[in-house]
C-alpha cells in the first residue's frame, strides 16, 4: 500500500490550499483515509476522515466548517480543502489509511490504528 501526497504550501491568513493524497494497493474498498497534522514541538493531531467504500466522514472540532474531505474514488484519490487558513493551522499535514478502525470522531484519536501513511505535505499559514 501507498500513499502520496501533494498540495502544501505557503499562503497568507485567510488562504485556502488543496492537500490531495493518492493511494494504491489497497485490495478491497474498506478502509479509511484520515489526515493528521503535527505541529513543531506539538503532539499530531486528527484533522478529518472518510470511508472509502461510502464517504462517511468525520471533522475534528477546529475545523468549524473551514476544511472539506471528499473523495474521488475513480482516481484513488482523498483531497482536503483548506479554506480561511489561520497561522495555526501551520503543520505537517500526513495522511494514513488502513482497514481496522473505519471513520468515525473516534479515529482522530486513533492514529495507531492507520498502518499506512504518506510523506507528509508542509502548510504553512503566514500572518
Known amino acids: 500500500v501507498q500513499l502520496v501526497e501533494s498540495g502544501g504550501g505557503l499562503v497568507h491568513s485567510g488562504g485556502s490550499l488543496r492537500l490531495s493524497c493518492t493511494t494504491s494497493g489497497f485490495t478491497s474498498d474498506d478502509y479509511a483515509i484520515i489526515w493528521f497534522r503535527q505541529a513543531p514541538g506539538q503532539e499530531r493531531e486528527g484533522v478529518s476522515c472518510?470511508?472509502?467504500?461510502?464517504?462517511?466522514?468525520a471533522d475534528a472540532d477546529f475545523v468549524e466548517g473551514r476544511f472539506t474531505i471528499s473523495i474521488d474514488n475513480a482516481k484513488n484519490t482523498v483531497y482536503l480543502q483548506l479554506n480561511n487558513l489561520k497561522p495555526e493551522d501551520t503543520a505537517v499535514y500526513y495522511c494514513a489509511a488502513g482497514t481496522v478502525r473505519l471513520c468515525a470522531l473516534a479515529s482522530l484519536y486513533a492514529d495507531y490504528d492507520y498502518p499506512h501513511w504518506g510523506q507528509g505535505t508542509q502548510v504553512t499559514v503566514s500572518s
Open positions: 472518510i470511508n472509502r467504500h461510502d464517504g462517511a466522514k
